[in-house]
């Protein structure tokens, strides 16, 4: 059992999105040997209706249905109690959550996510428990844990220990404001294509300066508003 790094308190309506990403791979491993506590908290248990109804219609009109402020509120009281923890909602009004966050992320040992649905969550319940918003892009998806998921999985690559193998982070794409360099293994030659020869060399540091170059080669071909931004920091 190895020391707990991180705790992730998801509160929604479908703990089985959640409950998926707990069972696989690394988070499961993670999970398994104590660095990672994943608990889920279904905002309907919370709800004081006699029909355990946890959504109405909009104030003032409009499409869709809207969280009511009672089980929200309430759920995220009783799970946070009295500490001083983020609350976090997933919300595509929050901020654009890139490689920077995540780390800052990393360095809580607890964080509770908010996860909304249908048209969103009643703004008093927002108001009375949100500390920070995140947004995991410019699109609209059905459910706040899929974001949640993506936000957990992006900061989990910082908690010591959850990679197993900690210098795979160092390598990995925007560590250095690049794009990772291609990666080759078995066979040697498939359908006629070749791995690069300077991998086959044993020779670590050209092979170190191949992977830099292919690094700049590709984030200015697929990302260069990404390479643009190194150059200009480079300069600094
Ligand atoms: N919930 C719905 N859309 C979202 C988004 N883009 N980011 C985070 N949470 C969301």
Redesign the pocket.
Known sequence: MECKVITFDCLGLFDEVINVYKNYSIIARAIENGLVEINTFNIRDYTLDKHHRVDDSPYGGGVGMVLTPQPVVDAVEKVKGRHDVPVVY???A?RLLNRDIAKEYAAHKRIILLC?HYEGVDQRALDMTVTDY????D???T??EI?AVIFMDSILRFCPGVLGNEASNAEESFEDGLLEYPHYTRPEDFRGIKVPTVLLSGHHKNIAAWRAEQSAILTKKFRPDLYAKYLSEKQH
Do not use: N, Q
């Not at 995140?134 to 892009?137: R, T």
């Open positions: 997933l919300s595509p929050g909304g995140i947004s995991i892009g699109y609209v998806l459910g706040g974001a």
